[in-house]
């Protein structure tokens, strides 16, 4: 879900960072004391979770927990994966620091969304209702992703076409696992420790 460094066009790459600094700036806003533990485990499970890439043309297919990191934080999604994208960026070269912003809009934005448009069945006391949201986030979030990250590729050029393409049918897949995913730890969470399923706007 990386886009790799001098395949975007200058006005991309800024409005990536302007859109970035805004969702960071209402996240931080949003960060009080309550959900700094929860956003440090969560930005450490988004950047172990990437770590395993599976190169596609100028971008990549992993796991992401974008979704799940929005049920759970809201806007705090953004400075939580902008800090784990900084840090795969410095670390191992995924991605890169000019598309910093582009990248980190792509997966946290479309987690904001998932976050509202689930927050209410998180409340909910049947587990058929938390997985079901579950499985919203994750293919709101990782298909949100996958269609900026395709729409983007394709405005830069022709070449890029067929990437664009790729990048969307690869993630499906990617969505189910973590739709999976999502249902287990948000069932365990809601049994262990139900107040971070209360959601704070």
């Not at 974008?66 to 809201?74: I, P």
């Not at 705090?76 to 410095?90: C, E, K, R, S, W």
Request: proline share 4%.
């Amino acid at each position: 879900m990386h886009i790799s460094e001098g395949v975007l066009p200058g006005w991309m790459l800024l409005t990536g960072w302007g859109l970035t600094a805004v969702g960071t700036a209402i996240g931080l806003k949003q960060l009080d004391n309550k959900k700094i533990p929860a956003a440090a485990l969560l930005a450490a499970a988004f950047f172990v979770a990437s770590l395993i890439h599976v190169p596609i043309g100028p971008t990549s297919v992993h796991l992401i927990l974008n979704g799940l990191v929005g049920l759970l934080t809201g806007w705090v999604t953004f400075p939580i994966l902008l800090v784990g994208l900084f840090l795969q960026a410095i670390l191992f070269q995924f991605g890169g620091i000019t598309v910093l912003g582009v990248n980190t809009f792509n997966m946290a934005f479309p987690a904001v969304i998932a976050y509202y448009l689930c927050r209410k069945l998180l409340k909910s006391n049947k587990n058929s209702t938390i997985a079901l949201a579950g499985v919203i986030a994750a293919f709101v979030s990782i298909m949100g992703a996958g269609i900026l990250v395709a729409t983007e590729l394709y405005l830069t050029g022709q070449q890029f076409k067929s990437a664009a393409e790729l990048v969307l049918l690869a993630h499906i897949p990617v969505a189910i696992i973590e739709s999976i995913i999502n249902i287990f730890v948000l069932l365990f969470i809601k049994k262990s420790m139900p107040e971070l399923l209360g959601g704070k706007e």
